[in-house]
């Protein structure tokens, strides 16, 4: 038992909820693009990128509390 590595469930949920995150992901890349040439500065997708997490976070949490009780 004490050589068995752990594993962190939270990054286990958040590798399986990624497909159903496609769209706040594609949002995310479509704006890095669209920002990429940017020189001065001021454009970034920062909301785009919450955005995704955010659809990743509401679907790890319900299954991670429900591991974690």
């Known amino acids: 038992m004490a050589d068995e590595e752990l594993v962190d469930p939270k990054k286990y949920l958040e590798e399986r909820c990624k497909p159903q995150c496609v769209k706040p992901l594609y949002e995310y890349e479509k704006c890095i693009k669209r920002v990429e040439n940017d020189d001065t500065g001021h454009k970034h997708c920062t909301g785009q990128y ?5 659809c990743i976070d509401k679907c790890v949490a319900p299954k991670l509390m429900e591991k974690l009780q």
Do not use: H, L, M, P
Not at 50 to 54: L, M, P, V
């Open 50 to 54: 919450f955005d995704y997490w955010s």
